[in-house]
C-alpha cells in the first residue's frame, strides 16, 4: 500500500475499501473506533453493537473461536423487510391477491434458525417448503396452525401420508407434484385415509436465467413437469373428478437470478402456464415463482454472478406488476403469491468468527551491502538487478531475475552451490521482486506481464477455521462471500494476504475476496501484533453452509452462539451449542471413544511393563488424552 495514503487513512477509506455500506444492505458498518458494528432497528432508531463486544462475551462464556454467530434481529428484519415490500407493491398496484412467503427448509435448517423464522413469521402467515421426510417431520413440529406448507421433492407413501394429516392438524398443505409417478400415490392415498389433497404442479419454465445456478431453469432442470406431463396430470385429475384440488402452478425460475430482465421473462411464462390451467378448469389460487431472490454479496449492484441488478423492491414490483397485468388482461383473477426465499432470508444474520494463528511472509530478510568475493557470478549478476529499478523497464526487469534465479536452482540441483547460496539467490530474486511490486502500487498500472506478480506475493494469514466445514461453497462452486477484520480501522490495512485455514489441504483457503467493489485474489489486512489477537469476519453465510460442511481432517461443528440485541444497546445471549469435541466428531467416523481410550491405556500400560513409561507418566498422558477426546477439535490456546 503507498505510504501516503497510508498516513492519510481514513474510516471512510476503510467502509469503502470493504465495501460495508454496500454489501452489509445496512445491517453492518463501521464505528468511530474502527470497529465492525452490526444493527438493529427499534421504532425507526438504529442501534449499534460492536461485533468485538460480542466476541469478548462470546469468550467470557467459555467458547474459544471460530465461533458460528447468529444475530436474531437481522433474521427478523428480512423476514418482515420481504412481507412488508411485497405488502407495499400489492397496495401500490391494486394487485387482488396476497403474498405468501414460505422458507424453504434446505436452506438452513438449523433448529434455533427454523423456530425463530416459525415465531416471528406466523403474523405475516409465513410458511414452511419442505423437500424431504426429515424436512416434513420438523416442519410438522414446528409450524403454528393456519402456516402454508409446500411439500417438494419426490415423494413416497410415508411422505404423502404425514402431508395429508397436515391438513387435519389445521396447516394448508400442498403437495407440489415434481414427476407424473407422484399423482397416481397421492390420490391413492388421500381416498384411503379419505382426506381430500392441495395439490400443485411444477412445470419447467423455459426461461433461462443467468448465475452460478443457471443449470436450475430451462428445459434440463432436474425437476418439473413438461407441457405433455402437465396435460397428463390435469387429464387424471379431471378423471378423478379431483380437478378442483389442483391450486397451485410451481415455477422454479432459478436461484441468485443476478438480472432482474431474467425474472420478468420467466414471470410471464408462468402467468401463461396459470392461465391455461384456469381455462382447463382447475381451481388454482395459487402461483409459486419459486426461489431466485439474490442476495449482492458484492455490494456493486450488477448482474454479476455475486450481485443483482435491482433492489428488493424492484424484485416485488416485476413479479406483482407482471401478473396483475397479465392475467387481468385475460380477465383471470389474482393468485396468491408464493415465493421460496431463502438465501435472501437468512444469508445476513449469520456470520463465521475467527482469529488468525500466524502468518508466513514472502518477503526478503535483510540482504549484505556487497557479495562475499567468492559468490557465484549469477548471484552477482542477480545481485546487480536491485539498482535501476526507477528507469528500467518493470517487466523485462522481472524476466531477467527470474531467468537468473532459475538458474540458480538448476545449479543447486546439479551440486554446484550449496544452500546458503540458493537461499541468497532466493532472498535477492524476494528483493528484487517486491521493489517492482513498490512501483506498481506508486504506479497505480500494473505493466502487461505482470499481472499476477502482487498476489505471488501476498502474505499467507493462517486462519482459525476450517473453509470446509464452515464456507464449503467457497471451494465447491467459487462463491464469494465479504470478509473484512472486525476492528483495527482506523489503521491502514497495509498487507496483503490469503487466508489459510487449519485443514492440511491447498483448498483449504481463501483466496478471492470483495475488495474496492470488485474481486481481489488478495484481501488488505493488518500487520499482526505481538499479544494481540487479530479476528477476521465471513459475513452472509447464513444460507446452505452448515448443513454441506464436511469433516475434512476431522474438524467439525463450530461453537454456535446466537444473540438479540437489545434496545438500549445491549445484547442477550439466547442460546449457546457447543461445537464438535474431537470425541464427537470420531463417533462419526465409527470410532468408540472409550474403545479408544482403553486401548491406549492398555499400550500404555504395556511400555510401562517395558520401563518405556513410568507410572507417573502412564498417568499424565492417559489424562491428556482424555481431555483431548473432551476437546474443540480447531486450535485453542
Known amino acids: 500500500m503507498n505510504r501516503k495514503l497510508a498516513q492519510n487513512w481514513t474510516l471512510e477509506a476503510s467502509a469503502s475499501l470493504y465495501g460495508i455500506r454496500d454489501w452489509g444492505a445496512g445491517h453492518f458498518d463501521l464505528d468511530g473506533q474502527g470497529n465492525v458494528v452490526v444493527q438493529a432497528r427499534f421504532n425507526g432508531d438504529k442501534v449499534a453493537v460492536p461485533l468485538m463486544d460480542i466476541v469478548s462475551g462470546i469468550e467470557q462464556r467459555g467458547h474459544a473461536m471460530p465461533v458460528l454467530l447468529r444475530i436474531e434481529n437481522l433474521l427478523d428484519a428480512r423476514i418482515a423487510l420481504l412481507n412488508e415490500s411485497f405488502r407495499a407493491a400489492i ?87 415434481e414427476s407424473p409417478s407422484e399423482l397416481p400415490l397421492i390420490i391413492e392415498r388421500s381416498k384411503a385415509l379419505g382426506i381430500r389433497p392441495t395439490v400443485g404442479a411444477r412445470v419447467k419454465v423455459s426461461a433461462k436465467v443467468g448465475g452460478l445456478w443457471t443449470e436450475t431453469s430451462g428445459d434440463r432442470s432436474s425437476f418439473g413437469l413438461s407441457t405433455a406431463q402437465l396435460i397428463s396430470v390435469v387429464d387424471t385429475l379431471k378423471a378423478e373428478g379431483m380437478l378442483d384440488c389442483l391450486k397451485l402452478l410451481h415455477c422454479h425460475l432459478g436461484s441468485q437470478i443476478p438480472h432482474i430482465a431474467d425474472i420478468r421473462a420467466g414471470v410471464l411464462e408462468a402467468c401463461r402456464y396459470y392461465s391455461d390451467l384456469v381455462r382447463e378448469g382447475a381451481t388454482m389460487g395459487y402461483l409459486d415463482l419459486g426461489g431466485g431472490l439474490a442476495v449482492d454479496y458484492s455490494g456493486v449492484r450488477s448482474g454479476h454472478v455475486h450481485s443483482r441488478d435491482y433492489a428488493l423492491d424492484d424484485y416485488c414490483n416485476t413479479l406483482v406488476g407482471t401478473i396483475g397485468e397479465t392475467l387481468s388482461a385475460q380477465g383471470i383473477a389474482h393468485p396468491h403469491i408464493v415465493t421460496e426465499s431463502g438465501r435472501a432470508t437468512v444469508a445476513y444474520s449469520s456470520m463465521l468468527l475467527f482469529n488468525i494463528l500466524d502468518v508466513m511472509h514472502f518477503e526478503a530478510v535483510a540482504l549484505p551491502d556487497t557479495l562475499a568475493s567468492g559468490s557465484h557470478p549469477l548471484l552477482r549478476e542477480l545481485f546487480a538487478l536491485r539498482d535501476g529499478l526507477d528507469t528500467a523497464d518493470l517487466t523485462a526487469h522481472y ?170 444497546g445491549s445484547f442477550d445471549v439466547m442460546k449457546e451449542i457447543s461445537g464438535d469435541s474431537i470425541g464427537d466428531v470420531l463417533s462419526y467416523v465409527e470410532y468408540n471413544p472409550q474403545t479408544l481410550f482403553e486401548q491406549l491405556r492398555s499400550t500404555a500400560e504395556a511400555a510401562v511393563r517395558q520401563g518405556r513409561l513410568t507410572v507417573p507418566e502412564r498417568q499424565r498422558l492417559l489424562e491428556e488424552f482424555s481431555a483431548s477426546l473432551a476437546g474443540y477439535t480447531y486450535y485453542e490456546k
Open 399 to 568: 524476466n531477467e531475475a527470474m531467468t537468473l534465479r532459475d538458474r540458480i536452482r538448476e545449479l543447486y540441483k546439479d551440486g554446484q552451490i550449496g544452500l546458503r547460496e540458493r537461499s541468497l539467490g532466493e532472498n535477492i530474486f524476494l528483493a528484487i521482486a517486491q521493489g517492482i511490486v513498490e512501483r506498481i502500487v506508486q504506479a497505480g498500472k500494473t505493466p502487461l506481464g505482470l499481472e499476477g506478480l502482487r498476489d505471488s506475493l501476498a502474505d499467507i494469514y493462517y486462519g482459525n477455521f476450517s473453509v470446509f466445514q464452515s464456507l464449503p461453497d467457497t471451494w465447491a462452486i467459487g462463491q464469494l462471500f465479504p470478509v473484512i477484520p472486525l476492528h483495527r480501522h482506523l489503521e491502514a490495512p497495509c498487507r496483503e494476504a490469503i487466508l489459510s485455514d487449519l485443514t492440511c489441504d491447498c483448498d483449504g483457503k481463501l483466496d478471492a475476496f470483495i475488495v474496492a467493489g470488485g474481486e481481489s485474489r488478495i484481501l488488505p489486512v493488518h500487520p499482526l501484533k505481538q499479544e494481540e489477537e487479530y479476528y477476521l469476519g465471513v459475513f452472509l453465510m447464513g444460507a446452505y453452509q452448515e448443513t454441506l460442511g464436511d469433516l475434512h481432517n476431522l474438524f467439525g461443528d463450530t461453537h454456535v452462539v446466537s444473540v438479540r440485541i437489545n434496545q438500549d
Open 91 to 177: 397496495a401500490r398496484t391494486g394487485y387482488q391477491g396476497e403474498y405468501r412467503g414460505v422458507f424453504p427448509v434446505k436452506v438452513n435448517q438449523q433448529c434455533q434458525v427454523i423456530e425463530e423464522i416459525v415465531r416471528f413469521g406466523a403474523p405475516y402467515g409465513h410458511g414452511l417448503e419442505a423437500g424431504s421426510k426429515a424436512e416434513l417431520v420438523l416442519a410438522l413440529a414446528s409450524l403454528r396452525e393456519g402456516g402454508l406448507l409446500v411439500l417438494n421433492g419426490y415423494k413416497d407413501r410415508e411422505f404423502i401420508d404425514l402431508g395429508l394429516w397436515a391438513d387435519k392438524l389445521g396447516y394448508r398443505c400442498v403437495f407440489v407434484i
